[in-house]
């Protein structure tokens, strides 16, 4: 999930069951946990409603490796959409990849159409540009991106209290 602000995204574990096991489904279930944002994680910006969002289902094709491309389809204005929730473009699209590549065997790359346009390049502004040849998204590109939540405790007024950090990961 994209942190507020832009800082990265955190990874939240949680339990899901998929409808069956063709990628298809196994994106579609994702893209919904996703939408529906975390169930214990703090600081986090909201996340669109990705699957009503999608302008047609995800395509899954086969790669010459072995491996998987998902296409994802969306409206043009998506990024618009996300940056009216507060959410980091970036972070946000970073959030989808890493979860699709974690979970749905053998998938290495990610394409998002917005409209006709394939997602080519972001900006962050901490992490600097980013350019996706052919519109190609893969997991490595994000590494930086991804952070951990840990409890740091202070000392005030003689008590200590629990603050949450985010720590690159």
């Known amino acids: 999930f994209p942190l507020t602000g832009g800082a990265g995204i955190v ?7 998929f409808p069956g096991q063709h990628p298809q489904q196994l994106v579609l279930t994702l893209l919904e946990a996703l939408s529906a944002g975390p169930t214990a994680l703090s600081g986090v910006s909201a996340m669109p409603d ?6 047609a289902p995800p395509s899954v094709t086969d790669l010459s490796t072995g491996g998987k491309r998902v296409t994802l389809y969306f409206p043009e204005d998506l990024r618009s959409r996300i940056s009216a ?6 972070c946000t699209f970073a959030g989808i990849v890493y979860t699709l590549t974690t979970f749905v065997p053998a998938l290495e790359q990610v394409c998002i159409l917005m409209g006709e346009n394939a997602l080519t390049s972001l900006h962050h502004p901490v992490l600097g540009s980013q350019l996706f040849p052919g ?6 590109a994000f590494a930086a991106y991804l952070m951990a939540q840990a409890s740091v405790y202070h000392a005030e007024g003689g008590k200590l209290h629990a603050h949450t950090v985010s720590l690159p990961y």
């Open 50 to 55: 990705l699957s009503a969002l999608m302008i």
């Open 85 to 90: 929730l507060g959410a980091d473009p970036a």
């Open 135 to 140: 519109g190609i998204l893969t997991r490595q």
């Open 11 to 17: 990874p939240e574990t949680r339990r899901l069951s």
